[in-house]
């Protein structure tokens, strides 16, 4: 079946650094990818739709300049997140849609900022 | 590894029929949540179970937890052309706060 990569499954920085995130779909373009936040025990909360050349759409409420994505290839989507600070520690997961298919979620990255 | 089946992967139903999909884990949950994508849309979350027997209705939804928190079911009565769209599970094992483990989706299909 189709196989979302998405790397690092965790990582640890210092407060004020940038770490970017990686989301590959391995065997399928992924005309469309989803990046969502999820809190402990909690449900998904979509942070932004981005489509394979074009700028991402996101969310109320989320920093466009803090969280940035892109999606320069069908196959590759990354978010970066800037200066992050430790409110930002999270679980970021996402999500890669071929047109008109399925979307299919990565393992997760675990951000600690320290 | 950790992993929940859920089926059918399709299910053709007739507008007004029922349509249920079932989610079995190889783990213990301690809750599992279910999402809904409509074509062309993203998942979106519909509900999360978290007791042991536990059975919340949305409308013509109804979601079950089994009783030993491997199992979780989604009953729609009366299926109308909105219901259309992939209905994912995806449950949090007890040793885990954010690795959510998903079914792979039923693809709910209203026949014309």
């Known amino acids: 079946g189709a196989v979302v990569s998405q790397h690092p499954s965790w990582v640890i920085c210092k407060s004020g650094t940038s770490v970017k995130i990686e989301c590959r779909s391995l065997?399928?373009?992924?005309?469309?990818m989803f990046w969502y936040r999820q809190f402990p025990k909690q449900s998904l909360m979509l942070m932004a739709t981005?489509?394979?050349?074009?700028?991402?759409?996101?969310e109320q409420g989320v920093e466009k300049d803090k969280f940035l994505i892109n999606h320069a290839s069908l196959t590759l989507s990354t978010l970066t997140v800037t200066s992050a600070h430790p409110e930002d520690s999270s679980f970021y997961i996402c999500s890669a849609r071929e047109e008109g298919g399925v979307a299919f979620f990565g393992q997760g990255t675990r951000l600690t900022v320290v | 590894g950790q992993q929940v089946m859920q089926i059918p992967q399709y299910q053709h139903v007739q507008e007004g029929e029922d349509f249920t999909t079932y989610c079995n884990s190889s783990?213990?949950?301690?809750?599992i949540q279910w999402y809904k994508q409509r074509p062309g849309g993203h998942p979106v979350f519909l509900i999360q179970l978290v007791k042991s027997g536990e059975v919340k209705k949305q409308k013509r939804l109804t979601f079950q937890f089994g009783e030993a928190k491997k199992n979780s079911s989604l009953h729609i009565t009366a299926t109308q052309t909105t219901d259309v769209g992939t209905y994912f599970c995806a449950g949090f094992p007890m040793d885990s706060n954010y690795q959510l483990i998903w079914g792979a989706g039923t693809k709910l299909i209203i026949k014309p």
């Open positions: 783990t213990t949950l301690s809750n």
């Open positions: 981005s489509n394979e050349g074009s700028k991402a759409t996101y």
């Open positions: 065997d399928f373009q992924a005309t469309t």
